[in-house]
């Protein structure tokens, strides 16, 4: 079974600090991969895709890729309360046509003022 | 640019009642899948359809669950004879197509069964 596994946390981090959030994978050949945020009683926000070896940097965050580890990961530069939420990462399956993405169960993620 | 649209936000119903959610895409994707999510539990993947096809239904119940995407109008997820155990959040994400993995979640139908 294809899964995507995640630390549940909490994580917590002090006020502009670097949060990183991780995520392992079990499917080799998957190609893309997502980060969402999903704060309590609200739905997941897509805020990262990443289809490529390396870093990927958006504002404050940055997606790192290593598929030879099959390793996954979010890094969230100085860091606000306002982060303050569940990260959830996903995987799409690998082969043509059709792929299910797969989420992990999330992290927490507390930034302490 | 209006985003995923689900209906109702909150959904009340007695054991053994009919739920009824309904989702409209995003403007421009035909594509939609539906999730349920338990209180402090990951997102549990349902169901995904096309316009008109069920693609992928592999995370549905056997019994009592149904949904579909007409040619016209919202997408419905349909629990029968609902029991306790259906209480959760139902999302519902769109996407542009089968190419574009990017998923994007509506605000979620909060269904109680009291």
């Known amino acids: 079974q294809k899964e995507v596994e995640q630390n549940s946390g909490p994580l917590s981090v002090p006020e502009g600090a670097i949060a990183s959030l991780n995520c392992t994978y079990s499917d080799r050949g998957s190609q893309s991969f997502f980060w969402y945020r999903q704060y309590s009683g609200k739905s997941p926000e897509l805020i990262m895709s990443i289809y490529s070896n390396g870093d990927k940097e958006d504002g404050r965050f940055t997606a790192q890729l290593n598929k030879a580890s099959q390793y996954v990961s979010l890094l969230i530069r100085d860091s606000q309360p306002s982060d303050s939420a569940t990260y959830l990462c996903?995987?799409?399956?690998?082969?043509?046509?059709?792929?299910?993405?797969?989420f992990g169960t999330g992290t927490k993620l507390q930034v302490i003022p | 640019n209006a985003g995923v649209m689900q209906n109702p936000r909150h959904l009340v119903r007695r054991r053994g009642q009919e739920a009824r959610l309904r989702c409209s895409p995003m403007?421009?994707?035909?594509?939609v899948y539906w999730y349920r999510q338990l209180p402090e539990e990951g997102l549990k993947f349902m169901v995904y359809?096309?316009?008109?096809?069920?693609?992928?239904e592999s995370g549905m119940p056997k019994e009592r669950f149904s949904a579909e995407f007409p040619k016209e109008g919202p997408s419905i997820l349909r629990i029968q004879q609902v029991v306790r155990g259906d209480s959760a959040a139902y999302f519902c994400a769109s996407s542009t197509g089968q190419s574009s993995y990017e998923q994007y979640f509506g605000p979620g139908t909060r269904l109680t069964v009291t």
């Open positions: 359809l096309q316009k008109e096809n069920i693609i992928d």
């Open positions: 403007k421009g994707h035909s594509h």
């Open positions: 996903a995987s799409k399956g690998s082969g043509g046509g059709y792929q299910k993405v797969t």
